[in-house]
């Protein structure tokens, strides 16, 4: 296994270093993807870039594209340099950096596996985003007839390379607060297997989310549609790999 970070940073510069010092502990390559960020943002990656380059990368989007097509040009990156997983972690410091030997370990004994958070959450935890997620982890298990996924919205997981780079080929992804649930799902339909990590997480300590409430709800509810048509269509061999 060779394994790289993908960060994802719009506007976390308050958090963004501390993220970066907890990682360099762990002694992975990192890129940090800067998704169009402000010229302050830009500025902290830039200097983190600069001080770091020994173990650590920068992408410069031109402009704001999304989570999702950040992760994926992290994504096509890591492949390009040659890693066969990469580990997706938040840029606002809710996610537990000490957790990633736990996901190592898990994709070591199942390096195939899609490794997922299974977040424990403390009372930081808004209790409106806590039911959000029930309500998505709902639609999730319809949408694959399986209880394989704990959690479809936890930004921080590990990927096999080589099942991302085969779903990209194939299908386009959401590119923003839909990207965490559509590509657990689709590589599920692929035939990736879940192993689920629980993890604790903290609400941004930085007081930045980029969720919006209506916006992002919608799309939410958007993406579990199209899956909910897409396992219809995929409902045989669903069933069969359930009962398998």
């Known amino acids: 296994m060779k394994v790289c970070v993908i960060v994802p940073v719009y506007n976390h510069e308050q958090a963004i270093s ?16 800067n998704d169009g960020s402000s010229e302050a943002c830009s500025n ?25 097509a950040a992760v994926i040009d992290g994504f096509n990156e890591a492949i390009r340099l040659g890693f066969t997983h ?33 977040p424990v959450f403390d009372d930081s935890a808004p209790k409106s985003r806590r039911y959000g997620r029930q309500f998505t982890n709902l639609w999730i298990a ?34 923003r607060m839909d990207f965490d649930i559509d590509i657990v799902v689709r590589l599920y339909w692929q035939g990736t297997d879940a192993v689920n990590v629980p993890t604790r997480v903290r609400y941004p300590y930085d007081g930045v989310s980029h969720f919006k409430l209506w916006r992002d709800n919608a799309m939410i509810s958007m993406i579990h549609a199209r899956l909910f048509l897409g396992m219809l269509v995929r409902f045989p061999q669903l069933l069969i790999r359930h009962w398998r």
Not at 45 to 66: D, K, M, S, V
Not at 159 to 173: G, H, K, W
Request: proline share 4%; glycine share 10%.
């Open 142 to 175: 319809t949408n694959t007839l399986s209880l394989a996924i704990a959690d479809g919205m936890c930004g921080f997981r590990l990927y096999p390379l080589a099942a991302v780079a085969r779903l990209l080929e194939s299908t386009r992804i959401g590119r």
């Open 44 to 68: 902290v990656l830039a200097a983190i870039a600069e001080r770091e380059a020994a173990w650590l990368a920068l992408i410069n989007r031109p402009e704001n594209g999304g989570k999702g």
């Open 86 to 118: 990469a580990l997706q972690i938040d840029a606002d410091g809710q996610h537990d950096i000490d957790d990633i030997p736990a996901f190592l370990a898990a994709s070591r004994r199942k390096p195939d596996a899609m490794i997922l958070g299974r």
């Open 18 to 33: 501390e993220v970066v010092a907890g990682l360099k502990a762990q002694g992975l390559f990192c890129l940090l993807v």
